[in-house]
């Protein structure tokens, strides 16, 4: 099942970006939030602390994940990227090393189908700048580059 927030990618917007996010909150709030139709936002993947990764739209549709924001000159970062969710309170936890590691492969699967496709944070497209921090404190260290945060 997926979730209700997306729609079918147009034919002009190919994956460019993978925009990581924090949750703000636990796995399976954030996994109801994104499948509520009147939340109005989603993702392609969420990855919990334990290493899960769930799937909740098909990459042929766009999710809302990034709300206003620019990358690259582009103004439509949902129809150009991959957005991931990642189970996290900012300031409040650490980062494990089995979600790290399931993001870095999930990251590597992405990239085996759509070529060294660049990893950003929220925070970094996000618009007006400083709108949004997350994923704060995240291990960009153990992502292969391209990276741009």
Same mark, same amino acid.
């Given at each position: 099942?997926?979730?209700?927030? #997306?729609?079918?990618?147009?034919?002009?917007?190919?994956?460019?970006?993978?925009?990581?996010?924090?949750? *703000?909150?636990?796995?399976?709030?954030?996994?109801?939030?994104?499948? %509520?139709?009147?939340?109005?936002?989603?993702?392609?993947?969420?990855?919990?602390?334990? *290493?899960?990764?769930?799937?909740?739209?098909?990459?042929?549709?766009?999710?809302?994940?990034?709300?206003?924001?620019?990358? $690259?000159?582009?103004?439509?970062? %949902?129809?150009?990227?991959? /957005?991931?969710?990642?189970?996290?309170?900012?300031?409040?936890?650490?980062?494990?090393?089995? +979600?790290?590691?399931?993001?870095?492969?999930?990251? /590597?699967?992405? #990239?085996?189908?759509? *070529?060294?496709?660049?990893?950003?944070?929220?925070?970094?497209?996000?618009?007006? #700048?400083? $709108?949004? +921090?997350?994923?704060?404190?995240?291990?960009?260290?153990?992502?292969?580059?391209?990276?741009?945060?």
């Amino acid at each position: 099942m997926w979730t209700p927030n #997306r729609r079918a990618r147009p034919a002009w917007a190919k994956i460019r970006v993978i925009v990581l996010h924090s949750t *703000g909150g636990a796995f399976a709030g954030a996994v109801a939030w994104l499948m %509520n139709k009147s939340s109005q936002v989603s993702a392609h993947y969420v990855v919990s602390r334990a *290493g899960q990764v769930k799937k909740l739209a098909p990459l042929s549709d766009v999710t809302w994940h990034a709300g206003k924001a620019e990358w $690259r000159g582009e103004t439509r970062v %949902n129809d150009i990227s991959v /957005g991931i969710e990642m189970e996290h309170i900012d300031g409040r936890q650490d980062w494990p090393a089995k +979600q790290v590691a399931a993001v870095v492969a999930l990251i /590597g699967a992405l #990239r085996a189908v759509y *070529g060294p496709l660049p990893v950003t944070s929220h925070a970094y497209v996000a618009r007006p #700048r400083g $709108r949004k +921090q997350d994923p704060l404190g995240f291990q960009w260290a153990k992502v292969p580059p391209p990276t741009e945060v």
